[in-house]
């Protein structure tokens, strides 16, 4: 167990629905990271928020957004959904002065 | 992030020893190297990190020659649980400041009975 809580586990919707995956990181984490892996693919980067600010971004969809609340708690919002945004999505949080980050078990989400 | 090459794949069997390379030759001088371990569904999990020379823990040791250009890691007498995507990644800690910690494409290990 990293201490990385991801809910949902598991999504169904529809194409054009919209999803909140949300996320909270290990305690103490100021750091939380959301990446997107599509069947068989690599992890792709999407964004990165420390402390309640977005500090990087990756090739994250115009369509999808994310924020960091005040009690480091992570939220990622996808939009307009297609069929192509099925993938399982991690969130992974790190203290911030590390780069050995800590993954949650992941959301899949499935669009049909 | 400094670019990393590895493997694809690679194939081995139970009790062998495994060594997955992985060349970075442009790594920074702040550049520390990390692995990470991931199987089927799920997180990637924390291997090893390391800088220079070697790094051993209870899962796996890091080889990291003096010119830092490429590293090794090193799985002894792996088991069939071992079976999973394993990757390198090189970069500085960040100090609260932004950073794209972006995953390779790995290197898928196989280990047959």
């Known amino acids: 167990d990293s201490g990385v809580t991801q809910t949902p586990k598991h999504l169904i919707t529809a194409t054009g629905q919209r999803v909140t995956l949300r996320c909270s990181p290990r305690?103490?984490?100021?750091?939380v990271y959301w990446y997107q892996q599509s069947l068989d693919q690599g992890l792709q980067f999407l964004i990165q928020?420390?402390?309640?600010?977005?500090?990087a971004k990756g090739n994250i969809l115009e369509r999808f957004s994310a924020q960091q609340f005040p009690d480091l708690h992570s939220e990622l919002n996808l939009s307009s959904l297609e069929l192509g945004d099925s993938a399982l999505y991690f969130c992974?949080?790190?203290?911030?002065?590390?780069?050995?980050?800590?993954f949650g078990e992941g959301s899949w989400l499935t669009v049909v | 992030l400094a670019k990393t090459t590895q493997p694809i794949s690679m194939d081995s069997y139970e009790g062998q020893e495994v060594n997955i390379t992985c060349s970075h030759n442009?790594?920074?001088?702040?550049?520390?190297i990390t692995w990470y371990q991931q199987f089927p569904s799920q997180g990637p999990r924390f291997i090893i990190q390391?800088?220079?020379t070697k790094v051993t823990n209870e899962v796996a040791s890091l080889f990291i020659p003096a010119d830092r250009k490429s590293s090794t890691l090193s799985l002894p007498r792996v088991s069939l649980s071992d079976t999973a995507v394993y990757y390198c990644?090189?970069?500085?800690?960040?100090?609260?400041?932004?950073?794209?910690?972006?995953f390779g494409g790995g290197t898928r290990v196989l280990v047959k009975p």
């Open positions: 992974a949080s790190s203290p911030g002065t590390s780069n050995t980050i800590y």
């Open positions: 305690s103490g984490d100021l750091s």
């Open positions: 928020y420390y402390n309640g600010e977005e500090r």
């Open positions: 442009n790594i920074a001088t702040n550049d520390y």
């Open positions: 390391g800088y220079k």
């Open positions: 990644l090189v970069g500085d800690r960040p100090k609260a400041a932004g950073n794209k910690l972006t």
